[in-house]
């Protein structure tokens, strides 16, 4: 069990336009999701934590208006990046977790190219 | 400020072989630490973990040691094969106000020779 999907795996855009990505916990409820971003050869980096129903905690030079989190379902969050330049492309990792201190199972993550 | 780190970026082991992987934290009131594989191009899988009450912990071919003394921590992969080919993350739960996700360590690298 704890199965993570992302969707979708892989996107290009052209800079300015907006992308959604999906993050859904498909045999669990996750009270908790996490959003990562790693650039290549690099550790994750953890962008946001979102909680059912309320709204997501920041890290600390994470725009908020830039990168949008949805947590709407125990099993669904969305990160929404606003006006894509190219300096947001990355590798946006997505996680979710049962209860606290358990661990967070993570899914596949989506390769951002913004041209 | 605070942060988990790797003691080497790339390890290199015979198949066959027990492979160690070292990861050096440094907040001390950190209590939980969980053990990924990455590989290309996936997110990081679970593969243990260990709460700071407890020294040793062991799964299928892998064991976690944890020293609190010298905020040490480190997997132990017995007889290494080609499928554990891949970039090993510690990582801390780092409770901080309402958010409390991980804080990764730089990954190593590691190589399985043939």
């Known amino acids: 069990g704890a199965v993570v999907s992302q969707h979708p795996s892989w996107v290009i855009c052209k800079s300015g336009t907006s992308v959604k990505i999906e993050c859904r916990s498909l045999?669990?409820?996750?009270?908790?999701m996490f959003w990562y971003r790693q650039f290549p050869k690099q550790s994750l980096m953890l962008m946001a934590t979102?909680?059912?129903?309320?709204?997501?905690?920041?890290e600390q030079g994470v725009e908020k208006d830039k990168f949008l989190i949805n947590h709407a379902s125990l099993t669904l969050s969305t990160l929404t990046v606003t006006s894509a330049h190219p300096e947001d492309s990355s590798f946006y990792i997505c996680?979710?977790?049962?209860?606290?201190?358990?661990?967070?199972?993570f899914g596949d993550g989506t390769r951002l190219s913004i041209l | 400020g605070e942060s988990v780190g790797l003691h080497l970026p790339t390890l290199s082991v015979q198949e066959g072989d027990n492979s160690i992987i070292n990861c050096a934290y440094s907040n001390s009131a950190s209590d939980y630490f969980i053990w990924y594989k990455q590989e290309s191009g996936k997110g990081p899988q679970f593969i243990i973990d260990?709460?700071?009450?407890?020294d040793k912990r062991q799964g299928q071919r892998v064991t976690v040691l944890l020293n609190k003394t010298v905020k040490h921590l480190s997997l132990q992969i017995a007889a290494t094969q080609p499928g554990d080919s891949a970039v090993y993350f510690c990582a801390e739960n780092s409770q901080r106000g309402g958010a409390d996700g991980l804080t990764f360590g730089k990954g190593t690298h590691l190589i399985i020779q043939p």
């Open positions: 045999d669990f409820q996750a009270t908790t």
């Open positions: 979102s909680n059912e129903g309320s709204k997501a905690t920041y």
């Open positions: 260990i709460r700071s009450n407890m």
């Open positions: 996680s979710a977790r049962r209860v606290i201190n358990q661990p967070q199972h």
